[in-house]
């Protein structure tokens, strides 16, 4: 059977698009410079010239941004029409020179026809899209199917915490059905109360700097906005996860060799970097 969705049910989802539109208003050099060494970090590699790269979900069009300055020859898409938007915002902004080898555009990595004309890349990325989906596991092997032999695959997931991750879904649930004045209230009330919490029980424990020290040391990766990253965070739904090590072994039973992996053991994503067997 044909690996393809298209009668996703859109009423129940994030605006991600409207969230990164007014990230653009606070994108700079800087954020771009963090980006594009955040990609070149994972990768392993300080050039993509050449290369080909797929950006699925390319959100605000960032990493699309920072493998374009790379050399590589890109093309994004997203589900979410702002997202789009946004994307072909930095394409103006900075790509125009290279436009041809700069390509955007629309569509679901659910829909296996659209997704088989693609090709395949030297490069497949999708940073903390594939779980938002609604549908994880045939997103990820639409996926995967876009990779060239002997190409990577740079992708993202949350990590399953148990009966935790099982609350973050409600909190997210309730998130995207409340009236729109009250969306950013109840995300800052939920994360201040969660944090005050969790200083407390470090407290008990005697060790309070646990709780204290990555709030001091807090600092958005890939070029990010704490603010943005934390809308984005409470208000990602649909919401699926999954243990680090299910994804190495689902990887694997699919011939692709982990190149490097961070794992997380909170309420973040797993960062992971496979090659596919020639």
Same mark, same amino acid.
């Given at each position: ?28 050099? /800087? =954020?771009?410079? +963090?980006? $594009?060494?955040?990609?070149? !970090?994972? &990768?392993?590699?300080?050039?993509? @010239? ?46 125009? /020179? =290279?436009?041809? +080898?700069? $390509?955007?555009?629309?569509? !679901?990595? &659910?829909?296996?026809?659209?997704? @088989? ?162």
């Amino acid at each position: 059977m044909e690996m393809t969705r298209t009668d996703f049910d859109t009423s129940e989802r994030f605006e991600f698009g409207e969230n990164w539109s007014r990230f653009l208003g606070v994108l700079n050099d /800087e =954020r771009i410079d +963090e980006a $594009q060494a955040a990609l070149e !970090s994972m &990768l392993g590699e300080g050039s993509l @010239a050449g290369k080909s790269f797929l950006d699925i979900g390319s959100g605000s069009g960032l990493s699309s941004l920072a493998a374009h300055r790379l050399g590589a020859r890109v093309r994004s898409f997203d589900f979410d029409p702002q997202s789009v938007a946004c994307t072909r915002e930095l394409h103006r902004r900075y790509g125009a /020179e =290279r436009g041809k +080898e700069w $390509q955007v555009g629309q569509g !679901s990595v &659910l829909d296996g026809a659209f997704m @088989a004309q693609l090709g395949q890349f030297d490069v497949v990325y999708s940073w903390g899209v594939l779980h938002h989906t609604g549908s994880m596991w045939l997103a990820l092997e639409n996926t995967i199917q876009r990779v060239a032999d002997g190409g990577r695959l740079f992708i993202a997931i949350y990590n399953d915490e148990g009966w935790w991750s099982r609350v973050w879904w409600l909190i997210k649930y309730y998130y995207i059905r409340m009236p729109r004045m009250l969306k950013t209230p109840y995300a800052y009330t939920v994360s201040h109360t969660l944090t005050a919490l969790n200083i407390i029980k470090q407290t008990l424990k005697l060790r309070p700097m646990v709780a204290i020290r990555p709030l001091l040391e807090y600092k958005p990766g890939r070029g990010m906005s704490a603010k943005y990253d934390l809308l984005d965070w409470m208000g990602g739904f649909p919401f699926e996860v999954a243990r680090y090590e299910v994804l190495v072994d689902y990887m694997g039973a699919r011939g692709f060799d982990l190149l490097k992996g961070i794992p997380n053991r909170g309420s973040g994503c797993h960062e992971l970097v496979f090659q596919k067997r020639a």
